[in-house]
């Protein structure tokens, strides 16, 4: 069966401080990947996705960046975070027509 | 852009009333429709789907409908429980040269108040 691991859980960053977030997905191959922000009480917002090695799609222009440097890793990146940066993690893989499984999230606060 | 309305933001039922959740999208060529919930602090799961050739489905106390001439489709809870109250979120599949996204309503709280 299909995994995601997401990781670190939860994250204290100071401003100005880099950020790396990774997601993996397990028993699957060539997944679509995508990686969404979550303010507090708020919906889901994507902000990047990924259909392959290397493919990146940005959603919302930002502090942020991403990679996917394997076929089933999904990374999370900024040189500087900002206060606004804030919020709930989530990645999320599907296959084709299927819905998403998201990652179990992580929670930044950046201080 | 593509989008899809979500109506109420927030919903307060007594235990054991129904609940209705109801969403409005735009792209004609979305076919396939998933709800999810999300508990307070964890990530969305998915608790029920629907597909463009079928127009209901039913999980025991969850069903959803689909009106593809009106573009709507709608979440019922019956006989809720506390264990209900949550986040629910709908969402339309938007595909794009090859690319699937999901494109997401902005939720609603649903409280059951035992």
């Known amino acids: 069966s299909q995994t995601i691991h997401q990781w670190p859980a939860t994250l204290v960053q100071p401003v100005g401080s880099p950020l790396s977030l990774e997601c993996t997905v397990e028993?699957?191959?060539?997944?679509?990947l995508y990686w969404y922000r979550q303010a507090a009480g708020r919906g889901l917002q994507l902000l990047f996705y990924?259909?392959?090695?290397?493919?990146i799609s940005s959603e919302v222009p930002q502090n942020l960046s991403a990679s996917r440097p394997q076929d089933r890793q999904f990374i999370l990146s900024s040189k500087k975070l900002l206060l606004s940066d804030s919020g709930f993690y989530l990645c999320?893989?599907?296959?084709?027509?299927?819905?998403?499984?998201f990652g179990s999230g992580t929670r930044l606060t950046v201080v | 852009g593509e989008n899809v309305e979500q109506h109420p933001s927030t919903l307060s039922v007594q235990e054991g009333d129904s609940a209705v959740i109801k969403c409005t999208y735009s792209?004609?060529?979305?076919?396939?429709f998933p709800w999810y919930k999300q508990e307070l602090g964890k990530r969305p799961q998915l608790i029920i789907d629907?597909?463009?050739?079928?127009g209901e489905k039913k999980d025991q106390r969850i069903a959803v409908t689909l009106n593809k001439t009106a573009k709507h489709f709608s979440l019922h809870i019956t006989e809720t429980q506390p264990e209900d109250s949550a986040v629910y979120f709908c969402?339309?599949?938007?595909?794009?040269?090859?690319?699937?996204?999901?494109?997401f309503g902005t939720g609603t709280r649903l409280k059951v108040l035992a």
């Open positions: 999320a893989w599907t296959f084709q027509s299927r819905g998403y499984t």
């Open positions: 028993g699957t191959s060539n997944p679509n």
């Open positions: 990924s259909v392959g090695i290397g493919q």
């Open positions: 792209d004609s060529a979305s076919n396939y």
């Open positions: 629907i597909r463009s050739n079928v």
């Open positions: 969402a339309a599949l938007h595909v794009t040269s090859g690319t699937y996204k999901y494109i």
